[in-house]
């Protein structure tokens, strides 16, 4: 799903203008992407030059979890291996 960043959006339209599929509008001073007319092309994307577009993905609280803890265990490991270095070069 592709959302607008309202802060970085300047309301210029150049990605309504490129939009095939219409589904971008200028509203109350920046671009709005109505979902149910995006076909997810990513064009808005790549024309945008403030990157005021970004892609959404949804996770389930599940595997928000999972990666936490995958990156908690990663965490740990790179600790482990500084603090191996550093006793190494005493």
């Known amino acids: 799903m592709l959302e607008v960043t309202k802060e970085l959006c300047r309301g210029c339209g150049i990605c309504a203008e490129s939009c095939p599929t219409g589904a971008i ?3 109350r001073g920046y671009a709005e992407i109505d979902q149910s007319r995006c076909n997810n092309c990513r064009l808005c994307l790549d024309i945008c030059l403030q990157r005021a577009i ?20 990663k965490t740990s490991d790179l600790i482990e291996r500084i603090e191996t270095l550093k006793n190494q070069s005493r």
Not at 54 to 73: A, G, W, Y
């Open 54 to 73: 970004v892609e959404v993905v949804p996770v389930s609280i599940d595997e928000l979890s999972s990666m936490i803890t995958s990156l908690k265990h």
């Open 25 to 27: 509008s200028l509203r």
